[in-house]
């Protein structure tokens, strides 16, 4: 293959490519900014960091609210956890919703891929009443749905879908979560014992005092040093008197060992 044949196959790779690329990228923001209704929903989207997150997505759906003043009262992390449950990780338009194999079906949200959801926290149930009618609630045990399907807002197939629903979902579970919780304070470490004073070191203490007065418990007696010097005593005695005694027998201890035939001298 020609040189000249490589780069017109890799220009055009490359143009398919960026077309590719071009037609598969949004942005949640620029999308939203054309509905004045969903000006507050944009901001917040915004503010809490979650429309990057949107925007990097490849295939992705918002369910989008016209008033968001119950969130203006709950701190920044509650509200990125509720609007992070208005996420759905996949496609869905309206046609999509109406043929629900079984009328309803559980939708994976933003929240869920956060790793701060609980049990089914991270979860949205979706369900065809007939006709037009499609609701959506946090799945929950026990939740409503409460928050009707309201029309399309925009479509991009198959990447990114705006749907208008009635309200906003807010369990309150994930209001009140505690994974985002402040830490309790820990206690204040103890403060460290006084080093006793000189004067406090030389008293005697009670517990010393005690045990000087208290009676001695009966018991044997162990045999006092004395007794063991009187003992070494009456040993060192008896030895001398033997020395005297064999010397009595054997006034020249040496010419008996020579007769013996061991050579001896006399100190």
């Given at each position: 293959?020609?040189?000249?044949?490589?780069?017109?196959?890799?220009?055009?790779?490359?143009?398919?490519?960026?077309?590719?690329?071009?037609?598969?990228?949004?942005?949640?923001?620029?999308?939203?900014?054309?509905?004045?209704?969903?000006?507050?929903?944009?901001?917040?989207?915004?503010?809490?960091?979650?429309?990057?997150?949107?925007?990097?997505?490849?295939?992705?759906?918002?369910?989008?609210?016209?008033?968001?003043?119950?969130?203006?009262?709950?701190?920044?992390?509650?509200?990125?956890?509720?609007?992070?449950?208005?996420?759905v990780l996949d496609?869905?338009?309206?046609?999509?919703?109406?043929?629900?194999?079984?009328?309803?079906?559980?939708?994976?949200?933003?929240?869920?891929?956060?790793?701060?959801?609980?049990?089914?926290?991270?979860?949205?149930?979706?369900?065809?009443?007939?006709?037009?009618?499609?609701?959506?609630?946090?799945?929950?045990?026990?939740?409503?749905?409460?928050?009707?399907?309201?029309?399309?807002?925009?479509?991009?197939?198959?990447?990114?879908?705006?749907?208008?629903?009635?309200?906003?979902?807010?369990?309150?579970?994930?209001?009140?979560?505690?994974?985002?919780?402040?830490?309790?304070?820990?206690?204040?470490?103890?403060?460290?014992?006084?080093?006793?004073?000189?004067?406090?070191?030389?008293s005697p203490s009670?517990?010393?005092?005690?045990?000087?007065?208290?009676?001695?418990?009966?018991?044997?007696?162990?045999?006092?040093?004395?007794?063991?010097?009187?003992?070494?005593?009456?040993?060192?005695?008896?030895?001398?008197?033997?020395?005297?005694?064999?010397?009595?027998?054997?006034?020249?201890?040496?010419?008996?060992?020579?007769?013996?035939?061991?050579?001896?001298?006399?100190?």
């Amino acid at each position: 293959m020609s040189p000249i044949s490589s780069a017109s196959h890799f220009a055009l790779f490359f143009s398919f490519f960026l077309l590719f690329s071009t037609a598969s990228a949004f942005n949640i923001t620029r999308i939203l900014s054309n509905y004045s209704d969903f000006g507050s929903f944009n901001d917040m989207l915004s503010r809490n960091h979650l429309a990057e997150d949107i925007n990097n997505r490849r295939t992705i759906t918002i369910l989008a609210v016209d008033n968001v003043s119950p969130l203006d009262s709950l701190s920044s992390a509650a509200q990125k956890r509720v609007l992070s449950l208005h996420v759905v990780l996949d496609y869905y338009d309206i046609a999509k919703l109406k043929k629900l194999s079984k009328k309803s079906a559980v939708l994976t949200t933003l929240y869920q891929s956060s790793g701060q959801a609980r049990g089914r926290q991270g979860f949205l149930n979706v369900t065809s009443k007939g006709g037009d009618q499609i609701v959506f609630g946090s799945a929950i045990a026990g939740s409503s749905l409460n928050s009707n399907l309201v029309k399309s807002v925009a479509a991009q197939p198959y990447n990114i879908s705006v749907l208008q629903v009635s309200s906003l979902i807010m369990p309150d579970s994930v209001v009140r979560s505690k994974s985002t919780q402040r830490p309790a304070k820990a206690p204040a470490p103890a403060s460290p014992a006084p080093a006793p004073s000189p004067e406090d070191a030389d008293s005697p203490s009670p517990t010393a005092d005690a045990s000087a007065s208290s009676p001695i418990a009966d018991g044997p007696v162990a045999d006092s040093p004395e007794a063991d010097s009187h003992g070494v005593a009456s040993a060192s005695g008896g030895s001398l008197a033997m020395v005297r005694s064999i010397r009595a027998l054997i006034p020249d201890p040496s010419e008996f060992l020579n007769q013996a035939g061991i050579a001896f001298t006399a100190p």
